[in-house]
């Protein structure tokens, strides 16, 4: 079943047309990858769907509901949550208190000491429990990038959203992660997930779809998309 349907998703900044009439669909249960070339529109995309970018024109629904207009607050609570490609822990916070607050403005708003029970849990989901009363910025890059995964996980979200969180792991870390991203899956939540490693992407995604300079270039099996010579075109003619 359809979790997330984006039609004909367009956004202009200024004279800068980044998306153009862009079509994505999310069932639920489903890693979707997202790929394309540098500057193809891919977390724009996704800021559209987290709802910190308005749309310029399009529809975004989740679960049976049009949420075009929604403020991302909103959406958090509806059951989207998003990480950045940029880890943005509170730096004054310790590992588990960076999960915590998550859970405390959550869908569930629970109070703190429930709060830092689920942070826990989920550290130790993601191989974090060790560092959980730990200052963040002691932790490595890898570390920081599955604190931001632990952090949108505890939201309890429908549809996770992951900006290259494999992005500058060396191949150990970056198998964990990719570990990481089936067993959300496992667990029920659905993704989409950027990557610039398009193989890595390949091999997790039930599906994916290709933007190219803002449009949809192709989407499919990921068999299919990798031998797509218009997919071959646009990144080696990118
Ligand atoms: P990708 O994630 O695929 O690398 P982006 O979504 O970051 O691509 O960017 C798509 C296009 O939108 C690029 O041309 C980029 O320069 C432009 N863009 C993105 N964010 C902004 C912004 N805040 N203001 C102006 N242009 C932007």
Partial sequence: MSLLRC??????????TALAEVDLEVNEGEIV???GPNGSGKTTLLSTIAGSLPVSAGTIEFAGRDITRSTPHHRAHAGISRTFQVPRPLPSFSVEENV???CMFGRDSMGRTAALAKARTVLELVGLGEHAGSEVGKLT???RKFLEIARAIALD?????????????NPSEAALGMELIASLRTRGMSVIYIEHNVRAVST??????????????AHGLP????DDPRVVEAYLGG
């Fill in 7 to 16: 039609t004909g998703v367009t956004k202009r900044f200024g004279g800068v």
């Fill in 33 to 35: 990858g997202l790929v």
């Fill in 100 to 102: 915590a607050t998550g």
């Fill in 141 to 143: 890059l890898h570390e």
């Fill in 157 to 169: 979200p429908q549809l996770i959203l992951l900006d290259e969180v494999l992005g500058g792991l």
């Fill in 204 to 217: 997790l995604a039930d599906r994916m779809y290709v933007l190219n300079q803002g449009r949809n270039l």
């Fill in 223 to 226: 068999a299919d998309v990798l």
